[in-house]
């Protein structure tokens, strides 16, 4: 398998790959975007809200969490 890119956050990327198919909410350098986490590859992630997919850049990733209502149950 070969890999387009190199990851810059290692455990970033593997940690994120722990949340796939939640909804997670992510903080980048303009903005607070929450969806479900579709997707986790070496320089960008994929949330999904109201069926749209949104792609955000691992280096603009500040913070990731997961939503309350994941932990609430």
């Known amino acids: 398998m ?3 890119g190199r990851i ?8 994120l790959k722990l949340m796939i198919s939640q909804i997670i909410v ?10 479900i986490l579709t997707s986790v590859l070496s320089d960008h992630i994929v949330i999904e809200f109201d ?17 309350k209502i994941n932990t609430n149950k």
């Open 2 to 4: 070969t890999q387009i």
């Open 8 to 15: 810059s956050n290692p455990y970033l990327y593997e940690t």
């Open 51 to 67: 069926h749209t997919p949104f792609f955000i850049r691992m280096e603009e990733i500040i913070w990731v969490t997961l939503d």
């Open 26 to 35: 992510v903080q980048t350098e303009k903005s607070i975007q929450q969806g």
